[in-house]
T-cell receptor
Framework: KQEVTQIPAALSVPEGENLVLNCSFT??????LQWFRQDPGKGLTSLLL?????REQTSGRLNASLDKSSGRSTLYIAASQPGDSATYLC??????????????FGQGTTLQVKP | DAGVIQSPRHEVTEMGQEVTLRCKPI?????LFWYRQTMMRGLELLIY????????DSGMPEDRFSAKMPNASFSTLKIQPSEPRDSAVYFC??????????????FGSGTQLSVL
């Protein structure tokens, strides 16, 4: 059974710091992995989607990497800003989910960037 | 596009009452998902539609839950009768479909359900 783990559960950093959020999954047989951002009281916003054949994706100050063989992904945030404060979740679409679109989510890392 | 639209934003009801949550996906999206989020269990997929057809409802907790998608622009999730343990945030999400960036998921703002 696929399980997704995100450590740490919470992180607080000063503004301007570069930081890395971690995501691990137990079964390397996945179609893709997505990183989402969730602000309090809001829905999730997809930040980056990495296909299983890809190693990384970049969008602005965000860079996500994927190492399928080791079951790990990282989300790198450069020059963090207070506006980056949110909960970040990763989710995998496992093999065997064909035609279901089912994503398995981690519990998220709540990030606070202090001015 | 206005994004995925859910209503109501908040719902407070008493145990035993019927609750209906509504969702309008992004125009042109072929896949629609209902998720439930709680502190204890995180995000759980309840049901998934593709081209208005339910594909996977294995996440629906029990017979009290039902979902419909009568057309490409509207879906409902109904709970009858509701119970306190159903209290959660219910999200609707949509995507273009399978393959590549088409799988990028767009979420609505959610319905905060409280069953007293």
């Amino acid at each position: 059974k696929q399980e997704v783990t995100q450590i740490p559960a919470a992180l607080s950093v000063p503004e301007g710091e570069n930081l890395v959020l971690n995501c691990s999954f137990t079964d390397s047989a996945i179609y893709n992995l997505q990183w989402f951002r969730q602000d309090p009281g809001k829905g999730l916003t997809s930040l980056l989607l990495i296909q299983s054949s890809q190693r990384e994706q970049t969008s602005g100050r965000l860079n996500a990497s994927l190492d399928k063989s080791s079951g790990r992904s990282t989300l790198y945030i450069a020059a963090s800003q207070p506006g980056d404060s949110a909960t970040y979740l990763c989710a995998v679409r496992p093999h065997g989910s064909s035609n279901t679109g089912k994503l398995i989510f981690g519990q998220g890392t709540t990030l606070q960037v202090k001015p | 596009d206005a994004g995925v639209i859910q209503s109501p934003r908040h719902e407070v009801t008493e145990m035993g009452q019927e609750v209906t949550l509504r969702c309008k996906p992004i125009s042109g999206h072929n896949s629609l998902f209902w998720y439930r989020q709680t502190m204890m269990r995180g995000l759980e997929l309840l049901i998934y539609f593709n081209n208005n057809v339910p594909i996977d409802d294995s996440g629906m907790p029990e017979d009290r839950f039902s979902a419909k998608m009568p057309n490409a622009s509207f879906s409902t999730l109904k709970i009858q009768p509701s119970e306190p343990r159903d209290s959660a945030v219910y999200f609707c999400a949509s995507s273009l479909g399978f393959g590549g960036v088409g799988e990028k998921l767009f979420f609505g703002s959610g319905t905060q359900l409280s069953v007293l």
